[in-house]
């Protein structure tokens, strides 16, 4: 996989998208997501999406830590027909924009 073929959005742009309806879909680990996550996002651990494909909507913003799963996730999705798009930096970019983390 090329990054580059994988399109990506800033976080500043994720509370817009998701008020238009898009799922913000976080793909952490159980532990990762008991740490911190971004309000309103949907928890399927990256390993767990393929047999959880129905409970994803059509329109994803995907996140993980930093933005290297989420990329393949966002792969993944567009391929299954999905619109997708990666979260730049993930959480941690999220955060450090001074985006709103909740426990």
């Known amino acids: 996989m090329n990054s580059a073929d994988v399109p990506t959005i800033q976080s500043?742009?994720?509370?817009?998208?998701?008020?238009?309806?898009?799922?913000?879909?976080?793909?952490?680990?159980?532990?990762?997501?008991?740490?911190?996550?971004?309000?309103?996002?949907?928890?399927?651990?990256?390993?767990q999406v393929v047999k959880r494909?129905?409970?994803i909507g059509n329109r994803v913003l995907c996140v993980c830590a930093v933005g290297g799963r989420s990329a393949r996730v966002t792969q993944y999705l567009r391929g299954q027909g999905r619109e997708a798009l990666n979260v730049e930096g993930g959480v941690h970019g999220w955060a450090a924009g001074g985006g709103p983390i909740e426990a």
């Open 12 to 47: 500043a742009d994720v509370e817009g998208l998701v008020t238009q309806g898009w799922t913000l879909l976080d793909v952490r680990t159980d532990e990762e997501w008991a740490s911190g996550r971004i309000p309103g996002s949907l928890h399927i651990p990256m390993d």
């Open 53 to 55: 494909l129905p409970e």
